[in-house]
C-alpha cells in the first residue's frame, strides 16, 4: 500500500512516538523523510538510522515548529537535501491537562503556539516548496469533538487543528495540495505514559470503551499517514479519519 518512490516527506516531532512511527513508515514506502525534532537531538538520529539501516534517505533537522525561522530553515534544509517536497505530516505537539481553575496563560501560549502556530506555519512553508500534487496531514485527535475533563485548552488546540484542515483544503486545492487530518485515539507512547492513563482506572476505562479492546499503537497511527500521502487517496482532501479502535 501507498508507493511513495521519489517523494520527499518532511515530518515534524518525529523523534518519538506517532511521528517516529509515520517516519518509518513513509521511508519504508520509499519517500525520502525529514525528521525533524525540537529537543530530542538522540531519539531523532536513531529514527534516521534505522531508515537508512533498511536502505531508505533520511535526515534529521532541528527546529520548533512554534517559530517561524527554525520552520524556514527546516524547509530550506529539507529543499537542499532533496531538492523538493511532496509531503508534510504536522505531527509535533504538546498537551497538559489541568482543571480550569489551574489554566495558565503560559500554558495555553505554549500549546496554541506548538499545535496552532506550529501546524499554520510549517503548512505555509510547505506550500511554497510543494511544485505538484501533494499532500498536507494534520495530527488532531478525538477530543477535539469529544473533550475529557481537564482538556480545555489541549481540546481547543485540536479543533483550531480540524478548522485549518478544513480552510486549507479549499484554500490549496486548486495547487493540487490535498490536506487532511487524522485524528487518534489513545496512542501507547512516551507522552501517554507520562501523563499516568496507562493502568490507571481512566486509562482501562478507554481501553473498555474501545471495540477492539485495547490501546492504539503509534504503527496504527502511520498507517493511516501513508494512505492519507499516497495516491491511493487521491480523492480525499479536507477529511479528518478518526483512527481510534471505534472509541467515541
Given at each position: 500500500?501507498?508507493?511513495?518512490?521519489?517523494?520527499?516527506?518532511?515530518?515534524?516531532?518525529a523523534?518519538?512516538?506517532?511521528?517516529?512511527?509515520?517516519?518509518?513508515?513513509?521511508?519504508?514506502?520509499?519517500?525520502?523523510?525529514?525528521v525533524?525534532?525540537?529537543?530530542?537531538?538522540?531519539?531523532a538520529?536513531?529514527?534516521?538510522?534505522?531508515?537508512?539501516?533498511?536502505?531508505?534517505?533520511?535526515?534529521?533537522?532541528?527546529?520548533?515548529?512554534?517559530?517561524?525561522?527554525?520552520?524556514?530553515r527546516?524547509f530550506?534544509?529539507?529543499?537542499?537535501?532533496?531538492?523538493?517536497?511532496?509531503?508534510?505530516?504536522?505531527?509535533?505537539?504538546?498537551?497538559?491537562?489541568?482543571?480550569?481553575d489551574?489554566?495558565?496563560?503560559?500554558?495555553?501560549?505554549?500549546?496554541?503556539?506548538?499545535?496552532?502556530?506550529?501546524?499554520?506555519?510549517?503548512?505555509?512553508e510547505a506550500?511554497?516548496?510543494?511544485?505538484?500534487?501533494?499532500?498536507?496531514?494534520?495530527?488532531?485527535?478525538?477530543?477535539?469533538?469529544?473533550?475529557?475533563?481537564?482538556?480545555?485548552?489541549?481540546?481547543?488546540?485540536k479543533?483550531?487543528?480540524?478548522?485549518?484542515?478544513?480552510?486549507l483544503?479549499?484554500?490549496?486545492?486548486?495547487?493540487?495540495?490535498?490536506v487532511?487530518?487524522?485524528?487518534?485515539?489513545?496512542?501507547?507512547?512516551?507522552g501517554?505514559?507520562?501523563?499516568?492513563?496507562?493502568?490507571?482506572?481512566?486509562?482501562?476505562?478507554?481501553v473498555?470503551g474501545t471495540?477492539?479492546?485495547?490501546?492504539g499503537?503509534?504503527?496504527?497511527?502511520?498507517?493511516?499517514?501513508l494512505?492519507?500521502?499516497?495516491?491511493?487517496?487521491?480523492?480525499?482532501?479536507?477529511?479528518?479519519?478518526?483512527?481510534?479502535?471505534?472509541?467515541?
Amino acid at each position: 500500500m501507498g508507493n511513495l518512490q521519489g517523494k520527499v516527506a518532511v515530518v515534524t516531532g518525529a523523534s518519538k512516538g506517532i511521528g517516529a512511527a509515520i517516519a518509518r513508515q513513509l521511508a519504508a514506502a520509499g519517500a525520502a523523510v525529514v525528521v525533524n525534532y525540537d529537543s530530542s537531538r538522540e531519539g531523532a538520529e536513531r529514527v534516521v538510522k534505522e531508515i537508512t539501516k533498511a536502505g531508505g534517505h533520511a535526515l534529521a533537522v532541528q527546529g520548533s515548529v512554534a517559530r517561524e525561522q527554525d520552520v524556514k530553515r527546516l524547509f530550506d534544509e529539507a529543499v537542499a537535501k532533496f531538492g523538493h517536497v511532496d509531503v508534510l505530516v504536522n505531527n509535533a505537539g504538546v498537551y497538559a491537562f489541568a482543571p480550569l481553575d489551574e489554566v495558565t496563560e503560559s500554558e495555553y501560549r505554549r500549546q496554541f503556539d506548538t499545535n496552532v502556530l506550529g501546524t499554520l506555519l510549517a503548512s505555509r512553508e510547505a506550500a511554497r516548496r510543494i511544485k505538484g500534487p501533494g499532500s498536507i496531514i494534520n495530527l488532531s485527535s478525538v477530543v477535539s469533538e469529544n473533550p475529557l475533563p481537564g482538556s480545555s485548552v489541549y481540546s481547543a488546540t485540536k479543533g483550531a487543528v480540524d478548522a485549518i484542515t478544513q480552510a486549507l483544503s479549499k484554500e490549496l486545492g486548486a495547487r493540487g495540495i490535498r490536506v487532511n487530518s487524522i485524528a487518534p485515539g489513545p496512542v501507547r507512547t512516551e507522552g501517554f505514559a507520562q501523563t499516568g492513563f496507562e493502568g490507571s482506572d481512566a486509562g482501562k476505562h478507554m481501553v473498555a470503551g474501545t471495540p477492539l479492546g485495547r490501546l492504539g499503537e503509534p504503527a496504527d497511527i502511520a498507517r493511516v499517514a501513508l494512505f492519507l500521502a499516497s495516491e491511493e487517496s487521491a480523492w480525499l482532501t479536507g477529511e479528518r479519519l478518526t483512527a481510534s479502535g471505534g472509541l467515541n
